[in-house]
Every structure is written in structure tokens, then in C-alpha cells.
């Protein structure tokens, strides 16, 4: 089936510097998702994405979140600077004119 | 409270036998998905339902959002339906933000 790409899978980094976690959509797709898990816990909605634009954020969408997908390449989450409880797996997921929304196999950021 | 409650949390079946899992939702939804997530952390799309009722091989999904509930039926279980099933709601207007169960580990064994 169709395949929402993410890596790394695994991402190291130390409280204050910048990261951007990459997600490769299915082509095709128009509508972009970030969703957050945190250990123990389900996976959250963080935002949604289309056109250029963000659509819907969360409370857990800080200030220090952004997302873009210039020119149809990867869509990013940038997070600056990161926090100790930005730790969590980072799902992108992605969905055409369909309903089905398809997702990758997460990013675990572990901030330090 | 969550709005999004599944159960059970861990079920544990024998090859060939079947059984049921079920979400209950606090508010109305206008769709749910059901996901498995492999052993390699995919979550693999298993049902999209806005109504009714729908069948894929061993797995059959219902959906009532009226009464605020999905059920995932799973039949004849064999050793790779392991793993952990999510259901995921969406509210009307939402544009397909989901909110996910706490999702329920299986064990199918010989």
C-alpha cells in the first residue's frame, strides 16, 4: 500500500539546538499531519497542513514548531530550540482526495 | 476525560479463535479508522468507516455513531495478527484530525 517515509528513525539532540524531523508523504497526497507520542501514552494531534499553509493546530503545536514542504520535497518539523519534553516518536502522516490517512513509522527524539 | 475509550488494553488468543475490540467514543464522530501496528512500528491501515458495517478477509469493522462506538471483530487468529490495534476518530469538521485510542496489544499463540 501507499508508504508514508521517515528518517531517521531515531534522533539525538541536545536540549536547545534545533531539529527537523523529515517525513516523505505518498505522492500524490495533498493533506500533511504531524502527530506526537509521548511513552505510555496515545498518539496526539499536533497539526495539519495543506496548500502551503497550516490548517489546525494543537495546544502541544508550541511556538517553537513550525512545519513547511517547500516545493513538494520533504514535510518538515522543525522544532527551535528543543526542550527536555519534546522527547516522544513524531508520526507524519499523509492523505489524498481519499479519507484514509497513512502514516509513517515515526521518529523517536530523544532531547538530552 | 479521553474522548476516545478502547478496550480491552490486552488480549491474548489462541490460533483459530476470534474475539472482539471495541471503542466508545465521549462525543459524536463522523468517521473512525482502525490501524495495527507491526512489530517494525508501522501502522498499517486496516478500516476507514463513516457507517455501517465493513469486511476484509478475517477482520470485519462496525461503526455506529449515534451510539458513540467501533468494534474491530477479529476470526480465525493466527500468529501474525499479533501486535497493537488502534482505533482513531474524527470529529465532524475536524479535516481529518484523529484522536487515537490507547490501542489494544495482541498476543495470538499456538
Known amino acids: 500500500g501507499p508508504k508514508v517515509l521517515q528518517i531517521p528513525s531515531h534522533q539525538i539532540i541536545d536540549m536547545g539546538q534545533m531539529v527537523t524531523l523529515n517525513c516523505d508523504p505518498v505522492?500524490?497526497?495533498?493533506?500533511f499531519y504531524w502527530y506526537k507520542q509521548i511513552l505510555g501514552q496515545q498518539m496526539e494531534f499536533l497539526v495539519n497542513?495543506?496548500?502551503?499553509?497550516?490548517?489546525?493546530k494543537s495546544k502541544l503545536f508550541k511556538d517553537q514548531f513550525s512545519v513547511e514542504r517547500p516545493d513538494g520535497s520533504y514535510f518538515t518539523l522543525k522544532i527551535q530550540p528543543t526542550a527536555l519534553e519534546d522527547s516522544a516518536v513524531y508520526f507524519c502522516?499523509?492523505?489524498?482526495?481519499?479519507?484514509?490517512?497513512?502514516f509513517g513509522s515515526g521518529t523517536r527524539l530523544t532531547v538530552l | 476525560g479521553d474522548q476516545v475509550e478502547q478496550s480491552p488494553s490486552a488480549l491474548s488468543l489462541h490460533e483459530g479463535t476470534g474475539s472482539a475490540l471495541r471503542c466508545n467514543f465521549t462525543t459524536t464522530m463522523r468517521a473512525v479508522q482502525w490501524f495495527r501496528k507491526n512489530s517494525r512500528g508501522s501502522l498499517i491501515n486496516l478500516f476507514y468507516l463513516a457507517s455501517g458495517t465493513k469486511e476484509n478477509g478475517r477482520l470485519k469493522s462496525a461503526f455506529d455513531s449515534k451510539e458513540r462506538y467501533s468494534t474491530l471483530h477479529i476470526r480465525d487468529a493466527q500468529l501474525e495478527d499479533s501486535g497493537t490495534y488502534f482505533c482513531a476518530a474524527e470529529a465532524g469538521g475536524s479535516n481529518a484530525k484523529l484522536t487515537f485510542g490507547k490501542g489494544t496489544k495482541l498476543s495470538v499463540k499456538s
Open positions: 505522492s500524490n497526497h495533498l493533506y
Open positions: 497542513f495543506y496548500n502551503g499553509k497550516v490548517m489546525e
Open positions: 502522516a499523509s492523505r489524498g482526495t481519499g479519507e484514509n490517512l497513512y
